[in-house]
C-alpha cells in the first residue's frame, strides 16, 4: 500500500528563494508546453505528445531550467498531459469543460521529484539542487520513496512524500485493547500485561551522562575535546538504535494481536518541540511508540484512537467513581465498589473503554 506523508519544511533564507525560483521556472515551462499543443495543433491539426515534450527539454534548457533537477521538468510536461487527459475525458463524458488554463503566478504552487532527487532524513528533506532543507517528521514509515512534491502553502513549504509499504492487512482477531504508558513499566494493556522498559536503557543513561561530564570537563580545541564528543555521539546513536528496535517490535506485537488499539491522546506535537531538551530516554520512547504504533495500526487495517487522557487514572474501570490518587499510589481501591487494581492496569482498561465508545460514536 501506499503512504503519504507531509512534512513541514524550514527552508533557510537561500533555499526558499531556490524554491521559489524553481517554482517559476516550472510554472513557465508548464505555460509553454500548453502554448506548444495548443499552437501545433492549430497549425498541423496534431498535438505533440508528453514524449515529444520531455525530448525537447534535452539540449535546450535555458539558464533557469539548468538550475532544476531534470526529471522535475519532465513532470510538468506530464501535469500538461493529465490537464488534457482531464480536458478530454470530459468532453467525451458530454460536459463541455473549460480548455486547460495558463496558469499565473500564484496559480502554481507545487512541483514534483517524480522519482529520484530527494531523500528523506530523520529531521530533513534532502533535495537535489537545493540542499538538505530542515524539516519536522512527524513519523517515520518504512518503505519506498516514490515521488515528492514540493508545495507552497500560505508562504509555507512543504514535502509530501509517496512511500511505498510493504505491510499488508491483518487478519481480524477480534480482540481490543487499551495501553497506559508509564513510568514504572514502559506500558500497561488492557489485558493486564506489562512491557518493561529494556534494562539497557538505564546503563545507556549512565554511560551518556559520563561521556557528557568528560566532554563538558575537557578544554576546548583540545585533542580530548574532539574525542570526548564522538563518545558522546555514538552512545547518543546507539541509543538511537536501541530505541528504534525495541519500539518497533513491541508496536509490531500488538498490531498483530488486537484489531482496535486505544491510546492516550498525548499532544505529541508538543513533545517533539522540545526535541532537543534533556529527556528520558523512555520519555522519548513513548512519543516514538505513539508514532509507530499509529502507523503500524493504519497499514495493517486496524483501528487506532487517541483518547482523551484526563481522569484515566482516576477514574474506576468498573463502576466509574473518581477519585484522586498521588502519583505513588500504585494501586486502584474503589471506595465504591470494592475493585482493587493495579494503578496502570486499571487506566488501561479506561482507555479501552473510552476508545470503544469513540469509535461506536464515529460509525
Ligand atoms: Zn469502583
Not at 487499551?178 to 493486564?192: H, M, N, P, Q, R
Not at 568528560?214 to 538511537?240: N, P, Q
Not at 496502570?344 to 461506536?360: K, S
Request: aromatic content about 8%; hydrophobic content about 35%.
Amino acid at each position: 500500500m501506499t503512504v503519504a506523508l507531509k512534512v513541514r519544511l524550514y527552508p533557510t533564507k537561500a533555499q526558499r528563494f531556490l524554491l521559489e525560483e524553481m517554482l517559476e521556472t516550472c510554472r513557465r515551462l508548464y505555460n509553454n508546453f500548453l502554448a506548444q499543443r495548443k499552437e501545433t495543433y492549430e497549425a498541423t491539426g496534431k498535438s505533440p505528445s508528453k514524449f515529444d515534450q520531455i525530448k525537447s527539454l534535452t539540449g535546450t534548457k535555458n539558464e533557469w531550467q539548468l538550475r532544476v533537477h531534470s526529471q522535475v521538468l519532465q513532470n510538468v510536461a506530464t501535469r500538461v498531459q493529465l490537464a488534457f487527459d482531464g480536458f478530454f475525458r470530459r468532453v467525451k463524458s458530454g460536459e463541455t469543460p473549460g480548455y486547460p488554463r495558463f496558469k499565473g503566478r500564484g496559480y502554481y504552487d507545487s512541483f514534483t521529484y517524480p522519482q529520484s532527487g530527494f531523500e528523506l532524513q530523520e529531521s530533513a528533506v534532502k533535495l537535489s539542487k537545493i540542499g538538505v532543507v530542515n524539516a519536522i517528521v512527524h513519523r517515520q514509515v518504512e518503505g519506498k520513496l516514490k515521488t515528492c512534491t514540493l508545495r507552497r502553502q500560505n508562504a509555507k513549504w512543504f514535502a509530501c512524500l509517496v512511500i511505498e509499504t510493504e505491510d499488508q492487512p491483518l487478519e481480524p482477531t477480534g480482540e481490543s485493547v487499551g495501553i497506559d504508558v508509564g513510568l514504572e513499566s514502559f506500558a500497561t494493556l488492557s489485558t493486564g500485561e506489562k512491557v518493561e522498559n529494556p534494562r539497557l536503557y538505564r546503563l545507556d543513561e549512565k554511560a551518556l551522562a559520563k561521556a557528557q561530564r568528560r566532554l563538558s570537563k575537557a578544554e576546548k580545541g583540545a585533542k580530548a575535546r574532539r574525542k570526548a564528543r564522538k563518545v558522546v555521539a555514538r552512545i547518543h546513536e546507539r541509543i538511537r538504535n536501541r530505541r528504534h528496535n525495541f519500539v518497533h517490535q513491541t508496536a509490531r506485537k500488538i498490531v498483530n494481536l488486537f484489531d482496535m488499539i486505544a491510546v492516550e491522546d498525548l499532544n505529541v506535537s508538543a513533545l517533539q518541540k522540545n526535541h532537543c531538551l534533556a529527556k528520558s530516554i523512555p520519555d522519548a520512547s513513548w512519543t516514538m511508540f505513539r508514532i509507530v504504533l499509529a502507523h503500524k495500526a493504519e497499514s495493517a487495517g486496524r483501528r487506532f484512537v487517541a483518547v482523551n487522557p484526563a481522569y484515566t487514572s482516576q477514574d474506576c474501570s468498573r463502576c466509574g467513581t473518581r477519585e484522586k490518587k498521588t502519583l505513588s499510589q500504585r494501586t486502584h481501591q474503589c471506595v465504591h465498589c470494592g475493585l482493587v487494581l493495579d494503578r496502570d492496569h486499571n487506566a488501561a482498561l479506561n482507555i479501552l473503554a473510552l476508545g470503544t465508545q469513540c469509535l461506536q460514536v464515529d460509525t
